[in-house]
């Protein structure tokens, strides 16, 4: 069956339908990964938007329900070159076919990805529609899609009631665990028996999976968070306790945890105006605070500072990011749309502690006088780069410095 993408410049893309048959108008954008399509698709981040993957072969590894990021595909729509019908792989559960189509997702492929790509960096993210009628009038679809806005997209994606992960040893040594990449207990055990110094450590962290969050409670702000954030924390040992996006801080303090988690989410940060509202109060306190991705947005938006939308946004898992402490660059993942603006930052608040190597734009911040860091990108990769994980260690070693303060 033919399908068609729409964008709102008025080019039109022609190729065939995959997944469900529904027509959808979103937000069109890209990601650079070369695997871990699943989690992209999983990924409460990409809620109101329709994904075009730049690596030409989608799906040739089928869909393996553990590695999901969270229970369902999040987009609108999915764009690829090509969609592998027969997936090669003894994990796989399902094909991208069927769990596209099962969960009402549609979508296009067989279109030049590259030359969709080329020109949303030319000009910038645009909406656009997929559909297979091919009786489209493109004069009635253009104002159609200039309307078109992704909205409260948190309040959409956030869990509906609190729940608790309890941090396990075997959580930590019987991985995978739902989309976690980290090696099994075989492989840590020879990893405990090689005798690696601590300076080896810290330049392998994501093989470091000893339980030094044991005990730790950690309040966990549901904006969109994927799996691998709490499993990351669970994994350390780490209780935790996520709760939806409106809950207020009064609730979060009257828990009494040892630290609070801000996660990542879809949309614009200045949409979640109750959200910044209640985050202003937890600044206020003495928890330590680690922010990723929307949460690392909304928390400089609570303290005063401003965000902005980037031409097309960094959505890939090879972006490079300079720690501005130690010079040393990490390659990430990264699903972001929106940025912090440098030029209202206000040093008494909060400095620059990493920066986007390939653009300048800001990739995290460190609160002055607080116990607080939040992320631009994402050091709970799946499938990966692992280079970040070590941030999660340093979320812990804040908790146990503000208990034993």
């Given amino acids: 069956m033919k399908a068609f993408l729409i ?3 008025g080019t039109v893309f022609e190729g065939y339908h995959i997944g469900a048959v529904r027509e959808v108008v979103s937000e069109i954008v890209f990601n650079t990964s070369m695997a871990g399509y699943l989690e992209v698709l999983t990924d409460p981040s990409y809620a109101g938007q329709a994904v075009c993957m ?21 987009p609108d729509g999915f764009i690829v070159r090509e969609l592998s019908a027969v997936p090669s792989n003894f994990r796989s559960d399902e094909t ?12 296009i492929a067989g279109i030049d990805t590259r030359a969709l790509v080329k020109l949303l960096r030319e000009k910038g993210t645009m ?96 904006f969109g968070a994927k799996d691998n954030i709490a499993y990351s924390l669970a994994q350390r040992g780490c209780q935790v306790t996520i709760y939806p996006a409106g809950t207020s801080a009064q609730e979060i303090i009257a828990s009494k945890p040892d630290g609070i988690m801000l996660s990542n989410g879809p949309g614009d940060p200045k949409e979640c105006t109750g959200v910044i509202a209640e ?45 501005l402490a130690t010079g040393r660059v990490y390659i990430t993942s990264q699903n972001h749309g929106y940025v912090v603006d440098m030029d209202k930052l206000d040093a008494r608040v909060a400095v620059p502690a990493f920066v986007n190597v390939n653009d300048g734009t800001n990739e995290g911040l460190s609160y002055t006088g607080k116990r607080i860091f939040t992320v631009q990108y994402h050091p709970e990769a799946c499938a990966g780069p692992q280079d970040s994980a070590y941030l999660f260690d340093r979320f812990i070693k804040m908790m146990e410095e503000y208990k034993n303060a």
């Fill in 7 to 9: 964008l709102e410049d």
């Fill in 54 to 74: 730049t690596y030409p072969l989608i799906g040739n590894y089928g869909v393996c329900h553990e590695d999901m990021e969270s229970k369902q595909p999040w």
């Fill in 96 to 107: 991208i076919q069927s769990f596209l189509e099962r969960h009402g997702v549609p979508g």
């Fill in 127 to 222: 909406n656009g529609m997929i559909t297979t009628n091919e009786q489209f009038r493109i004069e009635s679809i253009l104002p159609k899609l200039k309307e078109y806005r992704t909205g409260r997209v948190v309040e959409k994606v956030t869990c509906k009631e609190p729940y608790v992960i309890e941090g396990t040893k075997e959580l930590s040594e019987n991985g995978p665990i739902s989309g976690s990449s980290h090696f099994d207990a075989e492989q840590y055990a020879r990893f405990k028996e090689s005798g690696m110094t601590e300076g080896e450590r810290e330049k392998r962290p994501s093989l470091v999976r000893e339980l030094n969050g044991a005990g730790m409670r950690v309040a966990l702000l549901d």
């Fill in 279 to 323: 985050l202003t109060k937890l600044y206020e306190t003495d928890f330590p605070i680690f922010g990723i991705c929307l949460g690392h947005q909304l928390m400089a938006l609570a303290t005063g500072a401003d965000t902005f939308k980037m031409k097309y946004g960094h959505r890939g898992g090879n972006h490079p990011v300079k720690d």
